[in-house]
């Protein structure tokens, strides 16, 4: 495996079910993003962590829990979700070193709330 | 507000043409800059960064940056149809402080 890894790639859900994403980076990077891309919508950063300790909230409605157990990994649990919560997630790395080091992005989950 | 503005497009330009994508930033303090591809229904690729006043040129690709315009722009020469996608212009003022564009989409008709 290479580079940045999301799973699931699609996922429907209800509004009462509780998911999670997960993302995964093989890069040897040590900041981990949550983006959400909306139709229409620039890319919205929800979260950061940089050397496993978050660094970035975006007034992120709390039923989006993130974790991060450790540098390569990335997860968003997710709860009581709206439909307008519908949209893709993508999950990036970068390499922290002051404001030279480019995102690398997933592949995304596609996510649907019905 | 940290703000990156670019048009929405479509920008339609003919094969072989140059295609240029413009981006406008609000927070003078940014200081590097970054143009991704994203072709429908996949995640953003970078296509090159920009960090220093001036022209920058890798293949097809020039990136141009005038800080005291606060603005950055993308030349794409000899376009190719495969280089039909949405344009996202993202700027970092320091540490993990990524904004983006909402994105210009490029058609390139054959």
């Known amino acids: 495996e290479t580079g940045v890894t999301q799973t699931p790639r699609h996922l429907v859900m209800g509004m009462t079910n509780k998911k999670s994403l997960k993302c995964e980076q093989h890069?040897?990077?040590?900041?981990m993003y949550w983006y959400k891309q909306s139709a229409k919508k620039p890319l919205e950063l929800m979260f950061v962590?940089?050397?496993?300790?978050?660094?970035e909230n975006n007034s992120v409605p709390s039923r989006f829990s993130p974790e991060c157990p450790n540098s390569s990994h990335l997860f968003l649990h997710l709860h009581t979700l709206q439909p307008e919560d519908s949209a893709l997630y993508l999950c990036?790395?970068?390499?922290?070193?002051?404001?030279?080091?480019?995102?690398?992005f997933g592949e995304g989950s596609r996510l649907t709330v019905l | 507000q940290k703000e990156v503005e670019q048009n929405s497009g479509p920008l339609s330009v003919p094969e072989g043409a140059i295609a240029s994508l413009n981006c406008t930033y609000s927070?003078?303090?940014?200081?590097?800059f970054f143009w991704y591809r994203q072709y429908s229904g996949k995640s953003p690729e970078l296509i090159m960064f920009?960090?220093?006043?001036g022209d920058k040129e890798d293949g097809r690709f020039t990136a141009q940056l005038n800080k005291a315009s606060q603005y950055v722009s993308l030349l794409i020469r000899d376009s190719q149809p495969s280089d039909s996608a949405t344009y996202l212009c993202?700027?970092?003022?320091?540490?993990?402080?990524?904004?983006f564009g909402p994105g210009t989409r490029l058609s390139v008709l054959p």
């Open positions: 990036a790395s970068s390499q922290v070193l002051g404001h030279t080091g480019e995102l690398f």
């Open positions: 890069l040897g990077h040590n900041a």
């Open positions: 962590y940089s050397l496993e300790e978050r660094v």
């Open positions: 927070d003078r303090g940014s200081q590097s």
């Open positions: 920009i960090y220093s006043n």
């Open positions: 993202a700027v970092n003022g320091g540490g993990q402080n990524f904004v």
